[in-house]
């Protein structure tokens, strides 16, 4: 569905990954796995300041030694899925998949989730085997910008830091 033209809002659910080690984390990739449905989709980085503005948006980022930090997209919200209303799924949050993040003008009903609260898996891997995972619960709401996520558990290997929430508008 396209809305060229139109003008809508989207609020962000992001999370700062940090490298904690003393080699540089190549080629990192960010991978989202619903745990209902054992769905898995591969999320964008981007390099964006508080701002809300995408910036260097991509699958796989190399992330600097000694507290480098780089955001990975999660979910969104669009003001525009409450207009909607004609399809028989209504969708309220969707995956951020380089798809759905770099081409805001379509809504991809395939990334798209309902107003159930639903549980997610996020796991980053390193070229070097450095790893974190972590365990979610998103929470959609009719408001677009009332969507949110808690993390429920964490998990690392290698010189990884902890997943840390951040969102944005």
């Given at each position: ?154 998990h690392s290997g ?12």
């Amino acid at each position: 569905m396209t809305a060229e033209g139109s003008t809508f809002e989207r609020k962000y659910l992001r999370i700062l990954i940090k490298n904690t080690g003393f080699v540089k984390a190549t080629n990192c990739e960010a991978k989202m796995r619903i745990i209902s449905s054992n769905d898995t989709k591969q999320l964008v980085w981007d390099r964006a300041a508080t701002s809300g503005v995408l910036r260097d948006i991509s699958l796989q980022k190399s992330i600097r030694a000694r507290k480098g930090e780089e955001l990975v997209h999660v979910m969104f919200s669009d003001s525009r899925f409450t207009k909607m209303s004609d399809l028989n799924y209504r969708i309220y949050a969707s995956a951020s998949t380089m798809e759905s993040v770099v081409n805001q003008q379509m809504l991809l009903l395939e990334d798209g989730f309902g107003l159930e609260n639903f549980d997610i898996e996020i796991e980053v891997l390193s070229d070097e085997g450095a790893f974190c995972k972590s365990t979610f619960q998103v929470h959609p709401n009719t408001n677009h910008s009332g969507l949110s996520m808690t993390k429920l558990s964490e998990h690392s290997g290698g010189k990884w830091s902890r997943l840390r929430k951040k969102g944005s508008k």
